[in-house]
């Protein structure tokens, strides 16, 4: 299986739906029903072969796996490969990437009215851009695909969002374009150094100390923006409150990951010496992080907004744990990001479900929605649950390996972690309780209607995996464990040999 070009189809198959999307002719009414049925039977069938990247993954190697390799550039001495592979890191980031694809596509069946056909080919492409960024052992290739995903998000913000959508389409892109030029102006000095752009040749490299710093700090300019980290962290909020549901849903449930991802691909490998002198900062800044987000959370009446400076300190959660290099809580910040993406995306959901009934986000405004939705009312209190991090849940292990890899390293970090998980059971049970319980006050309410088929198709499998990693995550910590275990082995070393080389 690892000869065949899986990767390959996993990437670029939704631009074959795309293409068929084009192709589609006749009224407004069949091209959009059509460019609908064309972007979830084409999702569907990439998650489908994703699903065979983890029947086929070896977990008991740390070796990058389904490897892909082609010339692509080469002017003079320069080249650039088409170079794809995963390892048990990237593995989980390729089938979140792909399950939240075909969720959004039916999330967006009834709510999105005006240029369907686009709508629908901008997630199509947003999928081949994120599967490739994880898939990418190529520095090119990755950045090509990492800025790539810029475009349809900035267009899905800007062209189908909210009142205030052009406005905060911009914030989003020029935030997160400052800091990708910082990190090219570093992958060119990476090449400068190795003389490749090769990722796995940079992993294996042995960068100077002074180089080094200057190096993570270039990647960590990108990096913080799309975590995104405090105070790079106001495009947020304004993001997720003008975007459409769907578009919150990837970018709480994929794009966010994509800072993290970084850390533990690029930071923590190549500049080991430099990730463990600028520790103290990551831990501030996380701990600012976690802290901070949540009380401004607390303080919300927007409900999208709530849950956007709650992702904020839940990712301020996962640094922690990636920059305490310890096998336990690199592992607890991967699950975490897992996690996150599901939780998360299927809060803004739930927010879209009533949105698209009462078009209003306003906390104040609902009130007593079990006496009309029970079956809402369920779903919501179980990933409300989950995001506080309830043991049975994946937030709880992702929270919990985090802690336990933290302490050995910051007694202090962890016990600052420790209080946002109460602030988190407290904005979010706030959250819940002003929604769900009490009386219906309002008339327009009294003849809301509760979850359709559709709705509930979109909840179920997201529902059944944050139970299954709550319940069983050995079958998700076990890929990802080699890759982990080897790469707090390499830091290890590198500060080991540092170590003796003072003395």
């Not at 690199?330 to 698209?356: E, N, P, T």
């Not at 602030?423 to 309410?445: E, K, N, P, Q, S």
């Not at 179920?460 to 082995?489: E, K, T």
């Amino acid at each position: 299986m690892n000869h065949w070009p899986l990767l390959s189809l996993v990437t670029f198959l939704p631009l074959v739906g795309v293409g068929f999307i084009m192709t589609t002719r006749g009224d407004a009414e069949i091209v959009a029903r059509n460019a609908k049925n064309i972007a979830l039977s084409t999702s569907v069938i990439v998650f489908l072969l994703s699903l065979l990247l983890w029947v086929y993954f070896d977990p008991s190697t740390a070796a990058f796996q389904f490897v892909e390799k082609a010339r692509w550039v080469k002017i003079g001495g320069f080249e650039v490969n088409y170079h794809m592979g995963i390892d048990g890191i990237s593995l989980f980031f390729v089938l979140l990437s792909t399950l939240l694809t075909p969720i959004c596509v039916l999330a967006s069946w009834q709510s999105i009215h005006s240029q369907v056909r686009e709508y629908m080919i901008a997630f199509l492409v947003l999928e081949t851009l994120m599967v490739g960024m994880f898939c990418a052992l190529d520095f090119i290739v990755f950045y090509v695909f990492f800025e790539g995903v810029l475009i349809p998000m900035f267009l899905i913000i800007g062209i189908w969002g909210h009142s205030n959508r052009v406005y905060a389409a911009f914030k989003f892109f020029l935030y997160t374009l400052l800091g990708s030029v910082l990190m090219l102006l570093a992958i060119i000095a990476v090449y400068y150094q190795t003389g490749s752009t090769d990722i796995e040749t940079a992993l294996h490299y042995s960068f100077p100390f002074a180089l080094q710093k200057w190096l993570f700090l270039a990647f960590l300019a990108s990096f913080a923006v799309k975590v995104p980290m405090w105070p790079v962290h106001t495009w947020l909020p304004d993001a997720h409150v003008e975007a459409p549901t769907a578009g919150s849903v990837i970018l709480a449930g994929v794009l966010l990951k994509m800072g993290g991802y970084g850390f533990v691909r690029f930071s923590l490998p190549m500049f080991p010496l430099a990730s463990h002198y600028f520790t103290p900062l990551m831990f501030a800044l996380s701990a600012i992080a976690v802290i901070y987000t949540s009380l401004v959370a607390l303080a919300q009446t927007n409900m999208k907004k709530l849950i956007a400076y709650s992702s904020i300190a839940h990712m301020g959660f996962v640094t922690m744990g990636i920059f305490a290099v310890t096998s336990e809580a690199v592992q607890g910040a991967v699950i975490q990001m897992l996690s996150h993406g599901l939780v998360s995306g299927a809060l803004f959901l739930c927010v879209g479900v009533l949105y698209d009934r009462m078009h209003n986000y306003d906390i104040a405004r609902y009130g007593g929605l079990v006496e009309r939705m029970p079956a809402y009312g369920f779903v919501f209190m179980a990933f409300t649950l989950a995001s506080v991090g309830l043991p049975g849940t994946s937030g709880f292990v992702g929270e919990f390996l985090i802690l336990l890899g933290t302490f050995r390293v910051s007694t202090l970090e962890c016990f600052l972690a420790a209080t946002a998980m109460f602030l988190g059971a407290a904005y979010m049970l706030y959250l819940y309780r002003r929604v769900v319980f009490g009386t219906i006050t309002r008339d327009d309410l009294r003849n809301i209607l509760d979850l359709s088929a559709r709705e509930k198709a979109v909840f179920v499998p997201l529902l059944l995996l944050v139970l299954w990693m709550g319940v069983y995550p050995s079958s998700f910590l076990g890929p990802i464990r080699a890759s982990v275990d080897n790469l707090v082995q390499q830091v290890g070393a590198a500060e080991a040999g540092q170590h003796a080389s003072a003395e």
